[in-house]
């Protein structure tokens, strides 16, 4: 090899085009402090997630009008099976609850939606009706809302690289084949851009087995306060940081989110 030859070797590519905008193009809503804020005000676990599922609806109004084209909420994680009975309980028929509310308004708001998650282990009704909002809505050219459901990124990465291994052993991959699209396009979010924007609530500041793969670039906003008292006004002061952002994938120059001010 030549010198300098290693440098035509190139690298990921970027999508320029998506930093650029002020608005992200994919937010993600880590949905944390329902628990805490029922605390606070002395009342049960439950409230705290009743009052949730209302800040959700006021996010995804949100993201419709501020034109963000992905919105994905962690709702359920596979780790969250290990809560009490009641409280698992309890958050299924909140979901239920929303879907079969929300569905056709959701609809009417030209609001696609998609579910990312394993289905296998789901009751058949829970997953019955996650096929339905997916299919009375996979027309629709709005908004997308990215419902995490029983989601794991771990679990998600695991079940790609099976998919991977299997297409090794059945001759239709060669192992030198595989690079990170090879995985990206296995992942639940294979048609899904990469978030550009993670908003977590309640102060914590980790991801909690959320889209681990797809963050490798994402901005962070870690807010104080918790999910129900999450409003339009914080929705759109996240954005507004985000916008002043520079993101600079590896670069020198910073590829600024900022169109507003070309700063
Ligand atoms: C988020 O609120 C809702 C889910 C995880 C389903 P939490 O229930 O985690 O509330 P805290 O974190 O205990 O306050
Ligand atoms: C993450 O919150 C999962 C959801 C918001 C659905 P958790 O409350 O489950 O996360 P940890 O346990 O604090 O990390
Ligand atoms: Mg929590």
């Known amino acids: 090899m030549a010198d300098g030859d290693f440098l035509a070797l190139g690298g990921p590519s970027v999508d320029g085009e998506a930093a650029l905008r002020p608005v992200p193009r994919h937010v993600a809503l880590i949905m944390d402090g329902n628990g805490r804020w029922a605390a606070k005000r002395g009342l049960p676990r439950f409230e ?76 058949a009704e829970v997953a019955a009706l996650l096929r339905e909002a997916e299919q009375m809505t996979e027309e629709n050219t709005g908004l997308t809302l990215v419902v995490a459901f029983n989601y794991g990124a771990r679990q998600e990465i695991a079940a790609a690289a099976r998919a991977i291994a299997e297409a090794v052993v059945a001759g239709r991959l060669s192992p030198d084949e595989i690079d990170a699209d090879t995985i990206s396009a296995r992942l639940h979010t294979a048609d899904i851009p990469d978030p550009d924007l993670i908003i977590r609530t309640s102060g914590e500041q980790r991801l909690s087995n959320f889209l681990l793969w797809q963050a490798a670039y994402a901005e962070f906003s870690f807010l104080p306060i918790n999910w129900p008292d999450f409003d339009e006004a914080a929705f759109r002061s996240a954005i507004d940081d985000y916008a002043h952002r520079d993101r600079r994938f590896g670069r020198v120059e910073p590829v600024t989110c900022n169109a507003k001010t070309g700063s």
């Open 48 to 123: 705290g997630h009743r009052r949730g599922v209302e800040a959700l609806r006021r996010a995804v109004r949100a993201a419709i009008e501020m034109e963000i084209e992905y919105l994905t909420v962690y709702s359920f994680s596979v780790e969250n099976w290990s809560r009490p009975r009641e409280e698992v309980q309890s958050l299924m028929g909140l979901l239920h609850r929303f879907i079969r509310n929300d569905l056709a308004e959701l609809d009417a708001n030209n609001v696609r939606v998609q579910v990312i998650g394993a289905r296998d282990d789901l009751v």
